[in-house]
């Protein structure tokens, strides 16, 4: 009897044993199965989920080929005044900063000797005007011969000549400005003796400003005049002022390669100043390239790429030299044709041969992808 027990004992732990087995690799068949579809539901779900990116067209620009060069600004016109004769300066009719027209008069010399001559010579055209006037008189009725009446024509003619020359060196006794524009400091003061050599003051005309440059020779070819410039100068950061090139030199400085040019800019607010420095710039357009955004450049061992969006969709990269980097765009040559739809954000998540969501578009670049994740979706329901 004992031993039918122990028997009977062992059967019922088999038996259990065997269930719990069964039930156990039961629940773990099912796991692997429901594991198994998981990843299929997963990957559609990522297909769904295609990057989303912003895209911009290629579009064609002109290279700029840019000149810079340093000069040095000089006046339209600057003239040093200087008296006509010798003699003491009574007075000056302007100052430092004056503004003056073209014949206006700025200085006085002492003119009492002219002021004399004038005179003298007006006394003796009035006496050569009687006696022009007794000797027509006397030729009339014979008294006078025809020599006399000629000789007191040309007396009169003489002495007018005289008053004209007198009349010419009191007016010069006063210094009239050469130019319009504007006098500088006086190196001289009223009661100042001066000579025809003294300079008393300086007029600029500087409503309009002269820079020359030195033009490295390559550029020679490209020069016009009238091309225009733009003029910076280093007293005032951040303006510029516009202008053009007023004449080129007939020849290149063998010595430095160099050629000489001069631009013109203007001063409509009179802040420029002769002897003031510039930076100028100018423009020389040249060949087309294609022009992409600045964020869509990207870097690898093989040199600068772009991602472009092909007409099915997908997203190939395509080798992108670097021509020229401006403002808004950077220039580049490669493969491109203009239009072609360029990424610019979200360039960290697309891969070669991948599908992309357009912002703004609505959907997918590859619109099979969605649909495709669908089908395997239901298939794993």
């Known amino acids: 009897m004992k031993n039918w027990k122990q028997i009977a004992v062992c059967v019922v732990v088999a038996a259990a ?3 719990g087995w069964s039930w156990y690799n039961a629940e773990r068949t099912e796991t692997q199965s429901t594991a198994s579809v998981a990843p299929s539901a997963g990957q559609n779900s990522g297909a769904r989920n295609a990057p989303l990116v912003v895209v911009k067209p290629a579009q064609k620009q002109v290279v700029n080929d840019k000149l810079s060069a340093i000069g040095t600004g000089v006046a339209l016109n600057t003239v040093a005044v200087t008296p006509y004769t010798s003699g ?18 700025i200085a006085e010399l002492d003119a009492e000797n002219e002021q004399i001559a004038v005179e003298k010579a007006q006394v003796l055209l009035k006496d050569a005007e009687i006696t022009q006037q007794r000797m027509a008189t006397l030729r009339a009725s014979n008294t006078a011969t025809q020599v006399q009446v000629v000789a007191a024509d040309l007396a009169l003619a003489t002495a007018k000549l005289a008053v004209k020359d007198a009349q010419l060196a ?12 504007i006098v500088g400091i006086l190196p001289v003061d009223a009661g100042n003796y001066v000579t025809s050599s003294t300079t008393i003051a300086t007029i600029d005309d500087r409503s309009k400003l002269l820079i020359d440059i030195w033009v490295p020779e390559r550029f020679a070819p490209q020069l016009r005049i009238g091309q225009a410039v733009t003029a910076m100068p280093t007293a005032l950061p951040g303006k510029s002022f516009q202008g053009q090139v007023s004449a080129v030199d007939n020849m290149i400085d063998p010595a430095s390669r160099t050629l000489r040019v001069r631009a013109e ?8 100043r002769a002897g003031m420095s510039f930076t100028i710039s100018i423009l020389f357009p040249g060949d087309q390239y294609l022009a992409v955004d600045p964020l869509s450049i990207q870097w690898d061992g093989d040199g600068s790429y772009v991602w472009r969006i092909t007409k099915d969709g997908k997203v190939e990269r395509v080798a992108a030299r670097i021509i020229q980097r401006n403002a808004n765009a950077v220039l580049v ?8 739809t360029i990424v610019t954000e979200g360039v960290q998540n697309v891969r ?17 992808e969605p649909a495709t994740a669908q089908a395997n979706s239901k298939q794993a329901g």
């Open 170 to 181: 009191l007016s010069r006794r006063s210094v009239t400005a050469p130019i319009a524009g």
């Open 333 to 340: 040559d490669g493969a491109l044709t203009e239009g072609d």
């Open 265 to 272: 800019i203007t001063n409509p607010s009179d802040v420029l």
């Open 352 to 368: 070669e041969g991948g599908s992309v969501t357009i912002k703004g578009a609505g959907n997918t670049a590859s619109p099979k």
């Open 88 to 105: 003491t300066i009574r007075q000056f009719l302007v100052g430092a900063g004056t503004v003056v027209k073209k014949d206006q008069v």
């Open 17 to 19: 044993a065997f269930g």
